[in-house]
Each structure stands twice: as structure tokens, then as C-alpha cells.
């Protein structure tokens, strides 16, 4: 009786165990983590349960299926290399304290075309973060690939890297001064950022940017260069 399937189908989807799941939440996989595994260094269960749900709330229509492999250490065990969006759990500084975070690799894969994902030097942010990151990196992806049989896989590997660490929160491209001095310790360089568009990032650092100009007065300057904004996902130092 069909009325009798819609019945269970429904009575299972408000206990969580739905019989039609997205693509985000077929694709989704997440070892043990800190809960029970002594190995671990962050939360990835429930973590990766709230980023499916964050996924499904803003990215419900995904064309293409991506898999994101959430990990709790460098041991692998969701295989984050191979995954299109792998995480590798770690502790990382936020605003002066450590907090848990990730590590990024993107566009690994398996079968015919394996291949470990990308890392990108210095890739990473909190946990907090993860959901205006990945919503971030897949747009990216879906307004820059050339049609929707191009793997994530294929276009993380041509993609520039500017598109592969932005987010969609804040200013997404900045105008920054570069300041070099030279000393008796070596080099050193200053980045003032200056923002274009909305989101203000670097409009709470005034104070910091006076005193790097009062060093620059001293130095050589570089001014012009235009780049993405140097953040990570969560502003992660």
C-alpha cells in the first residue's frame, strides 16, 4: 500500500533516519572523532551531522554530488585524501586561543581518476567556520566549472587557488600595501589591508595599519598589489 510506505517514510524522517537522503548527507562521512577514539583531536560526529544539516539549508539543490570526509587526526581513517572536500582535524589559533579546527584537502578522489586532494600551503580554519567555507568553495566551483560534467575533482585541479581558500562572509578581495624592512634580523613584511566591496575585513585593524605605515616611513614599500583576502575560512592566524 503505497499511502502505508509514505506513512513509514515520514515516521522514519522525524527520527532522523530518512529514506530519501540528500546528496549531502549520502556523501558525508565522519570517523568516530574525540567522542570515543583516543586518537582523535576534534568532535567529528556531531560536527559533520551539523554541517550536513547547514549544507542541506543552503546548497539543497546540488546538481552534482560531492563527498566531504570529515577526520578526527592525521590518521586517515575517513580517508580525507581521497574525499572531493577532506578534512583533517586539528587544533588551530583563533583570536589568540587554540580551538578546534581542520586542515583542507580538496579534489581527491578514487577509481579511474585517484588521486590525493590538493593542499594548499597554511589551509585551515575552525570548526566553527566549516559551513561558510564549503558553501563558499562550491560556489565558487559551480559558477567556474565549464558544465555540470565537470567533476569537483577536475576543476579543483585547474581552479586558481584564490577560489579554493576564499569565503563568502565579508570583503572577498582586498587592496594591500606591502611593506618591506631590512635589518640586521632579516626581512620583514607588513600587509595593509584595505577593503573593496562589503564586509569591512581589516576595517577593525586601524590602529595596527597606522603603525605598520609609521614602519614603512623606514622601509620600501610595495603599494598596488591586488590579491583575495588572506584569510582562511575563519580568519584563522
Keep these: 500500500d503505497p499511502a502505508r510506505i509514505e506513512d513509514l517514510v515520514a515516521r522514519l524522517d522525524s527520527i532522523g533516519l530518512s529514506s530519501r537522503p540528500s546528496g549531502w548527507r549520502q556523501n558525508t ?11 582523535a583531536i576534534v568532535d567529528t560526529k556531531n560536527r559533520a551531522r551539523d554541517l550536513v544539516a547547514e ?3 543552503r546548497l539543497p539543490d546540488l546538481d552534482v554530488p560531492i563527498s566531504v570526509n570529515v577526520n578526527g587526526c592525521p590518521n586517515a581513517c575517513a580517508r580525507t585524501q581521497v574525499a572531493d572536500i577532506g578534512l583533517k582535524g586539528q587544533l588551530v589559533t583563533h583570536e589568540g586561543s587554540q580551538v ?6 580538496l579534489g581527491g578522489a ?8 590538493r593542499k594548499l600551503r597554511a ?3 575552525t570548526s566553527a567556520g566549516l559551513g561558510d567555507y564549503v558553501v563558499a568553495v562550491v560556489s565558487h566551483y559551480l559558477a567556474d566549472r565549464t558544465g555540470p560534467e565537470e567533476p569537483f575533482a577536475d576543476w579543483v585541479a585547474r581552479a586558481d587557488e584564490a577560489l579554493l581558500r576564499d569565503r563568502l562572509e565579508g570583503a572577498l578581495v582586498l587592496r594591500v600595501e606591502v611593506c618591506v624592512l631590512r635589518g640586521e634580523v632579516g626581512e620583514h613584511r607588513f600587509e595593509l589591508g584595505h577593503t573593496i566591496g562589503k564586509g569591512g575585513v581589516g576595517d577593525s585593524e586601524e590602529e595596527r595599519g597606522e603603525r605598520q605605515h609609521h614602519l614603512c616611513g623606514r622601509g620600501e614599500q610595495e603599494i598596488g598589489v591586488w590579491r583575495r583576502a588572506p584569510q582562511t575560512f575563519a580568519g584563522v592566524n
Design 110 to 117: 578514487t577509481g579511474l581518476g585517484a588521486n590525493f586532494g
Design 29 to 39: 562521512m565522519a570517523c568516530t572523532g574525540i567522542e570515543f577514539c583516543k586518537l
Design 100 to 105: 578546534e579546527g581542520f586542515q583542507v584537502h
Design 55 to 57: 549544507l542541506e539549508q
Design 123 to 125: 589551509h585551515k580554519g
